[in-house]
């Protein structure tokens, strides 16, 4: 957990949950835990698997990254995101509980360069079409709050259409505006891939209240508030985790030096609460 605080757990420790029959009711400890359960590589180069150290040459140049600055002086760039799935609880055998486990092996889940809505704007609306009510300066304004609530607490769930002090979570795609950090440009579209695999039913939500806590859901918006990043390439920041929407420049110092190819490795961090049988 570190110095942020915790989110809500259930308020009776022992739940009785649903069982197949014969049982057909179980009962156990309700528990809440951070577990690291993805890996994300964002970077400009197609291909670039930064967390394993090697390339995909078939990708080529294809949806090449960018990052430039027109006669306007607005920051602009693109980046390509992959997700890993990454059961480090599973593996060493923190948690053994039916009801918990959560098991697998590290696996590739999604690649942002074979998608694309990931390139196109207009088919990424496709998957957020809330998107435009939430594309005028009084919406973005109210992101300002989220921004100082990530900083010193935990970011506002109930604005879901903000990214905390990296921006706007929309639209769900690598094309980021008016980049002030690639640091913080990375964080944005690690966070967005969040966002967009709860959308697409690819992640699941647990719960922290009473029966509730007893199965997982669905979740097309992001939970921001149950997930936290911590930097692990190419320069870890094993200090401790931050919350969605963390501000960047409290640890950036040296992890972004000039003669990098801009690409950025996190652990992504979930509160997971179940059942232990």
Known sequence: QGKVPDTANPSMPIQICPAPPPLFRRIGLAIGYWEPMALTDVTRSPGCMVNLGFSL??????????????????NG????????????TYWLNIITSLGCLEGGDLDIAYLSEIDPTWTDSSLTTILNPEAVIFANPIAQGACAA????????MPIDALFWCAGSQGSMYPFNGWVSNESSPLQSSLLVSERMAFKLHRQGM???TIGKNNAVCNEYPSPILP???WRYQMVNMYPDSGQCHPFGHSVTR?????????????????????RNCVFL
Request: glycine share 6%; proline share 6%; charged share 30%.
């Open 251 to 271: 640890w950036e110092t040296g992890k972004n030096p000039p003669n990098t190819k801009k690409n950025f490795g996190y652990l992504m961090w979930r509160k």
């Open 224 to 226: 921001k508030e149950r």
């Open 146 to 153: 989220d921004a100082i609530a990530s900083a010193f607490n």
């Open 77 to 88: 760039a693109f980046y390509h995101v992959h997700w890993y799935k990454y059961p480090l």
């Open 203 to 205: 992640i699941m939500e």
């Open 57 to 74: 040459p078939a990708f080529g140049k294809t949806a090449q990254g960018t990052a430039k600055k027109d006669e306007k002086q607005v």
